[in-house]
């Protein structure tokens, strides 16, 4: 399924109610500092509604196509191959991303491999059970390969960032009035027929084993007790 699906959706009037909600909730948690480094993979081309990229300098956006908003940083490279160092991104954004991707588990595995211990993950999912979805991708039928498509339901992404030794914070559900939100590490798994897109986010956790040394069996030794107050007490008889 191609991404222009996405771009389709956000023309209709329920898509545009969709990608407000989802500006909102974007200005709301990009929390990180702004000299921290922020990489968002896949381009909108609406960006500089819900950053500033004056303030965020190291606001980096992956896409093979090279989209964007023209203010931020631009890499041009496939999701699944980050040219990036291990470990040197504090926030990592998938806007829509992972349902498009045909190398998606490899793409969760190149951002593990990129994002900082302690960093944050978010991502952005369509609900695969959401019935305008359904109906606006079999609309595009000169898009759509089946009906199932690629949609990822949340439980899989759970899945995965368990797997990635990720913790899941919380889950957000759009139903293009309200935002909804579950905190947490019990976050459901279920998927909402009302929302139209959820969102996840989790940070990266690093667990570091002790390793256990063998106790060895020393041999015992004799040890005199009160020595020195016995011979001093002896002195004092004498």
């Not at 940083?73 to 990036?84: M, N, S």
């Not at 606006?136 to 339901?153: E, K, N, P």
């Not at 139903?175 to 976050?187: A, C, D, R, Y």
């Not at 990266?204 to 060895?216: D, F, G, Q, S, W």
């Amino acid at each position: 399924m191609k991404r222009n699906f996405l771009f389709d959706c956000y023309q209709t009037p329920r898509g545009k109610l969709l990608r407000d909600l989802e500006t909102e909730y974007l200005q709301k948690q990009i929390t990180v500092s702004c000299q921290q480094t922020v990489l968002q993979i896949g381009g909108l081309g609406w960006e500089d509604e819900f950053i500033d990229c004056s303030l965020y300098k190291y606001y980096t956006i992956l896409d093979a196509k090279n989209l964007g908003c023209k203010q931020a940083r631009k890499i041009q490279a496939k999701a699944y191959r980050l040219p990036l160092q291990s470990e040197s991104v504090d926030m990592i954004i998938v806007p829509h991303l992972l349902e498009f991707d045909a190398y998606r588990f490899q793409t969760m595995r190149e951002i593990e491999r990129v994002l900082k211990p302690e960093g944050v993950f978010l991502a952005l999912n369509f609900n695969p059970w959401c019935f305008w979805i359904r109906c606006q991708y079999l609309w595009d039928i000169h898009l759509a390969d089946s009906w199932r498509g690629h949609f990822i339901g949340r439980g899989r992404i759970l899945d995965w960032l368990k797997l990635l030794n990720f913790e899941v914070t919380a889950s957000s559900d759009f139903n293009l009035e309200t935002i909804s939100t579950q905190h947490g590490k019990f976050v459901r798994h279920y998927n909402s027929l009302a929302s139209t897109a959820y969102a996840v986010k989790a940070i990266k956790r690093r667990y570091n084993l002790i390793p256990l040394t063998p106790v060895t069996n020393g041999i015992a030794r004799l040890a005199m007790a009160n020595t020195f107050n016995s011979s001093a007490q002896n002195e004092h008889h004498d």
